[in-house]
């Protein structure tokens, strides 16, 4: 078996920081002056429509204003994103009983949200009683005890392209929602490039044989979901459904004019999602209605974003209450009372090819919604700031404000400027308003990682060398950089651990920049001025799915025990009080041939029950004793 190497610690930064988060309202105040780095913060809000009629006149005047030769600005800046979870690692659990059906005394791990009374979905979930995934299309229930399969459905109904869909769940007692996307069929196989198909979703009994309850239907693309109390929420971004023309010939303003055409004899049904439900033999069908729909002050008619509500306690999902707004988002932070939902602004239309860059400065536009009661979310408030997140670990709401870390500036070869900067927001009227910001973070850089905890935050950029800040939020109006740690290669996770202590997972990296594999590494924190890397585990050239999907990451604090899935394996680490040591590698063979072992699909989750580690790839599931990397069972996908 390959090993990790240990390597000294030498130059990069990490910065710590601590600041104050807070909520947000609809008015829209003064324009505000700009901070020390990027543009002004411009306050956004949101307008109810009057009538369908209304709606369609401002939503035709945004889009003929906002096309261009090659479609909607916009159009195509989020479809990549969609249908990802966000950044999920885990945390070791002893939880009692709750709603979530966890069983009293019982040892497992659970997702390790960004928010602990948020949950997220993930390929698998357990609740110690029992493990659910769903892989090949296929959703089992597997018995951590006897370590057999209990339950299995089939949810790909005889459709194959199914297969080969990512499916998530979110787990509340004996009860399943599985979120997937349902790709256009093979007809539509052209429009595919440039319209995603429709978000599926299945509640599924699990008191037995696991069951179909209910399913739920609506155009668009999952954005993400959350889990507070007994409800979910989930966020769908539906683009305009306006069929430019194909061809190619004519000037720019030619093909303008053609699109500018479409958009004039368009209903407002096209912007407006369709929607189907069904619980047993019943099926109801809808589209979102122009009284759920809002607007921002400055819109560009290219998509809708919508935020269905489902009771998870219930037998069936309903039309999911929706509520809708004409913009964009790719990025879902959900507390136990808040829904944020953030997207980056789409830039003018210039004339320039789609895969050019626009010259205009980045703004992300960010929407509050009010989660804490059941049922429809109430919109509180909106904001925007200069700049681009790198993803939901960007945003912290606490003590009252709303945190936000971005880039601005372009991240090129050619010496062009970018930093970074933390602001605070509060929520004022309806608007969320910038009361602190602390910038110049990584000047020629951008950020790779960020980390709140409490007052402070760590923020990690990445170029040449890694910088970790360490900043000081404790005062919104006042936040400050208190440390920074240089060191070569960066983090693209950073994972809290007890004893002021963090984890960094991300590459190693040469003075050049160039990565020269998967590193982890354990800084000490307790001094904020000094930020110290105590000990470093490297593979060279190894890559981690955990660089991009914390969901991946698993951490038992008890043991210190560390799964990190690397290439096709999980390596196991343990983490002491100052040093990474390495346990071993699990991994997932799916057969032979002529005596020599074939390696399956990579994987890509693990998870604890007991004292057993259990970790997950489309093969299928294995359990292992995580002191030795022995393997105790072995169950394969069938």
Request: hydrophobic share 40%; charged share 25%; with cysteine.
């Amino acid at each position: 078996m390959k090993r990790g190497t240990k390597v000294a610690t030498t130059g990069g930064s990490l910065v710590v920081l601590a600041l104050l988060a807070g909520s947000m309202a609809v008015s829209q105040p003064p324009p505000t002056a700009p901070g020390p780095t990027g543009a002004p913060m411009v306050p956004v809000g949101l307008v109810s429509f009057d009538s369908c009629a209304d709606a369609l006149t401002e939503l035709r005047a945004a889009a003929t204003a906002s096309v261009g030769p090659y479609g909607l600005a916009g159009d195509e800046v989020l479809t990549a994103a969609l249908g990802g979870a966000e950044s999920m690692a885990r945390t070791f659990a002893g939880a009692p009983a709750d709603a979530a059906g966890r069983d009293a005394g019982a040892n497992y791990s659970t997702t390790n949200n960004h928010e602990a009374d948020a949950d997220e979905p993930d390929l698998v979930k357990t609740d110690g009683r029992r493990i659910v995934t769903v892989t090949g299309g296929v959703l089992r229930v597997v018995d951590p005890v006897s370590r057999r399969v209990t339950g299995r459905l089939d949810l790909a109904g005889g459709r194959e392209e199914l297969r080969w869909q990512e499916h998530r769940l979110l787990l509340l007692g004996d009860r399943a929602l599985v979120l997937a996307e349902d790709p256009p069929r093979p007809a539509d196989a052209l429009r595919s490039i440039r319209r995603p198909g429709g978000t599926r979703l299945l509640l599924i009994d699990l008191t037995g044989r696991p069951l179909v309850l209910g399913t739920y239907r609506i155009q668009g693309s999952t954005v993400d979901a959350r889990l507070t109390g007994d409800w979910a929420r989930v966020a769908v971004r539906a683009p305009a459904r306006l069929e430019f023309p194909l061809a190619s010939e004519g000037t720019d303003q030619v093909r303008t004019e053609r699109n500018r055409k479409v958009i004039a004899e368009a209903g407002v049904e096209a912007w407006l999602p369709e929607y189907e439900w069904t619980a047993g033999p019943e099926r109801h069908t809808g589209r979102i209605g122009c009284d759920r729909l809002s607007r921002p002050d400055r819109m560009t008619g290219a998509a809708t974003l919508t935020v269905l509500s489902f009771d998870l306690t219930s037998d069936r999902l309903g039309d999911g209450d929706p509520v809708s707004v004409a913009a964009d988002a790719d990025t879902v932070y959900g507390t136990a009372t808040s829904l944020y939902l953030a997207g980056q602004r789409p830039a003018p239309i210039t004339g320039l090819p789609r895969w050019r860059p626009s010259p205009a400065e980045p703004i992300t536009d960010i929407y509050q919604f009010d989660t804490a009661a059941p049922g429809r979310p109430r919109f509180l408030a909106a904001g925007s700031v200069p700049g681009r997140l790198i993803n939901q670990y960007a945003l912290s709401d606490w003590a009252g404000h709303l945190r936000v870390a971005t880039t601005t500036g372009e991240f090129r070869d050619d010496g062009t400027a970018s930093e970074s900067a933390v602001r605070v927001l509060r929520r004022d009227d309806g608007a969320l308003v910038p009361v602190g910001v602390v910038g110049g973070l990584g000047r020629g850089e951008r950020i790779y990682s960020v980390r709140y905890l409490g007052p402070v935050a760590y923020v990690v950029t990445f170029r040449q060398t890694d910088p970790l800040y360490a900043l000081d939020l404790a005062d919104p109006t006042a936040p400050r950089v208190t440390g920074e740690l240089k060191i070569t290669g960066y983090s693209a996770y950073l994972h809290p651990l007890p004893e002021e202590r963090l984890l960094g997972v991300g590459q190693e990296a040469d003075r050049q920049g160039r990565t020269k594999g998967v590193q982890v590494s354990l800084f000490d924190v307790r001094d904020p001025g000094r930020p110290d890397r105590l000990d470093q585990w490297h593979l060279p050239g190894g890559w981690s799915h955990a660089e991009h999907d914390p969901h991946a990451f698993l951490y038992r604090p008890d043991t210190g025990l560390v799964a990190l899935p690397v290439d096709a394996g999980v390596r196991l680490l343990r983490v002491s009080d100052d040093t990474i040591s390495e346990i071993g590698e699990v991994t997932h063979p799916v057969g032979s041939d002529h005596g020599r072992r074939q390696w399956g699909p990579p994987v890509r989750r693990s998870l604890m029950v007991g004292d057993v580690l259990w970790t997950v790839s489309e093969a299928g599931l294995r359990a292992t004793d995580p002191a030795s990397a022995r393997s105790l069972a072995w169950i394969a996908a069938t």
